[in-house]
């Protein structure tokens, strides 16, 4: 839909710049928390192109590079648990909208490595599309863990994504709902 490419431009756009205050105070405060206060890292988008994932770190820079639900609780730093209870984290990800890598709306974009789940996504069309922000499984409380529901709940948000259903998912992420991948046990 171009229309909500058009809205996830202007949206990233408008955000990155009524945002950069406080994403200058929280890349200050990641770099007094581990020296390193950005993340990237490799992931799947639309057609099953790599593209390079943007967040503010929140476990130390010498921490596994895995799926979340997978990666060691005691990795997380007291800032990170601050920045990943608060969703902050994922503010860098406005870029990733700007430039077309992601949508704000989508299936999150998983790990090459992560093939059981690349594989139910084919299967279903998920790469059909821009990953997202946020989505339907993250309002769910759905996580990577389980890549066969979590490729089912994609195609179903997909196949009912209009306008509408896009500013609903915003609107519910922003006021607080939804979990997204979670490390388990931490």
């Not at 093939?115 to 821009?130: M, Y």
Request: hydrophobic share 50%; charged share 20%; no cysteine.
């Amino acid at each position: 839909m171009k229309m909500i490419r058009a809205v996830d431009f202007i949206f990233a756009a408008g955000g990155l710049l009524a945002l950069m205050p406080l994403l200058m105070v929280l890349l200050i405060l990641g770099w007094f928390d581990n020296r390193s206060p950005l993340f990237f890292q490799v992931r799947l988008g639309r057609d099953m192109r790599p593209f390079v994932l943007m967040k503010f770190r929140t476990m130390r820079p010498d921490a596994a590079s895995v799926p979340t639900h997978l990666a060691d609780p005691s990795a997380i730093t007291t800032f990170g648990r601050f920045l990943r209870r608060s969703k902050l984290d994922e503010l860098p990800q406005l870029w990733n909208v700007l430039v077309g890598d992601m949508s704000l709306v989508g299936p999150r974009p998983g790990l090459p490595s992560q093939t059981e789940l690349t594989e139910a996504r084919r299967a279903q069309g998920v790469f059909d599309v821009r990953p997202g922000v946020t989505g339907l499984a993250q309002l769910s409380g759905i996580d990577m863990s389980t890549p066969a529901l979590l490729a089912q709940t994609d195609a179903t948000m997909i196949a009912g994504l209009n306008f509408v259903a896009y500013l609903r998912f915003i609107f519910l992420t922003v006021a607080g709902k939804g979990y997204g991948d979670r490390v388990k046990g931490g």
